[in-house]
Nanobody, 124 residues
Framework: QVQLVESGGGLVQAGGSLRLSCAASGRTFSSYAMGWFRQAPGKEREFVAAISKSGGGTYYSDSVKGRFTISRDNAKNTVYLQMNSLKPEDTAVYYC?????????????????WGQGTQVTASS
């Protein structure tokens, strides 16, 4: 069982930056690949970024590539999402999730544990 708690969301002007954190409970954090997803009102939850168990591999959606960076600190049981050059279309609730799938995946179906989400709003 893994419990995930996101923090760091807020309101920022377009072009600004935010850093999201996701703290995990339990001693098996390093056994899971981690992902960030987002969901805007009226839209489906979409993949943002993923990182491998060791942190050596990452993958991004085309919409955030070059602007967002995912990282993790296994000693602190925490995964981060650094978001730069934010755009109004980045506005959404952001969720972190844990996956035991054998490779990095963008599918919500392959993520077992989810946080409660944190709101990110980029105003124009």
């Amino acid at each position: 069982q893994v419990q995930l708690v996101e923090s760091g969301g807020g309101l920022v002007q377009a072009g600004g930056s935010l850093r999201l954190s996701c703290a995990a409970s339990g001693r098996t954090f390093s056994s899971y690949a981690m992902g960030w997803f987002r969901q805007a009102p009226g839209k489906e939850r979409e993949f943002v970024a993923a990182i491998s168990k060791s942190g050596g591999g990452t993958y991004y959606s085309d919409s955030v590539k070059g602007r967002f960076t995912i990282s993790r600190d296994n000693a602190k049981n925490t995964v981060y999402l650094q978001m730069n050059s934010l755009k109004p279309e980045d506005t959404a609730v952001y969720y972190c999730a844990a996956s035991s799938f054998w490779k990095l995946t963008t599918s919500t179906l392959q993520y077992t544990y989810w946080g409660q989400g944190t709101q990110v709003t980029a105003s124009s």
